[in-house]
């Protein structure tokens, strides 16, 4: 009798593991889908954020002068950033975001590419999504200082209103959008 109970332990213990296994396996494919589908969205976006980066900086917001002058003792020389010789703080606020933007999306990208993950999914995915966020805010860095540097003085209360309601709007909307998207995935 004791070798009954002992056998059917045995078996009990193996269908355990087995379907332990089982649910690991389906997990992990259910994981990689998404997986594929995160990095495909968020290479597309970075190849974006990327070429957007690189735009700005080689065309300067405001352009460049169109020709060499000199007038009142400074020198406007043709090909230069007309923003970085009338706001040269703001340009430089605008060049390193641009830069920094662009010096995270091209390392987003070699992650994606080479599949430099770690072998947790949430892990893969919350680096996948820190390295987006990196990638965003100097971009909003550079947005800011280039509408500083080329918004006239008496319009930049107007502006920082608008843009505080925005911010504040979005605060309040994003809420009810994440309630809304967590009601609908739990149902």
Known sequence: MAKAGAKKDEEATAVSIDTERESRKDREEANQGWIERDVDFVMVIVT???????????????????EDKKVNGTDYIA???????????????????????????VIQLI????????????IRRAILYMLMLLT??????AFWSSLLALT?????????????SVIGVSL?????????YLTKKCL
Not at 136 to 141: A, E, G, N
Request: aromatic share 16%; charged share 10%; hydrophobic share 50%.
């Open 111 to 122: 992650v994606m590419l080479f599949n430099w993950y770690l072998k947790s999914w949430s």
């Open 172 to 180: 309040i909307v994003l809420p009810f959008v994440l309630l809304y």
């Open 48 to 66: 974006f954020i990327a070429t957007v980066a690189f735009q700005a900086g080689t065309n300067p917001p405001g352009g460049v002068w169109q």
């Open 136 to 141: 965003i805010t100097p971009m909003v860095v």
């Open 79 to 105: 090909g230069k950033s007309i923003m970085g010789t009338k706001s040269p703080s703001e340009y430089i606020k605008f060049m390193v975001g641009v830069t920094v933007c662009l010096a995270f999306s």
């Open 152 to 164: 006239p003085a008496d319009l930049m209360t107007e502006i920082k209103a608008g843009f505080w």
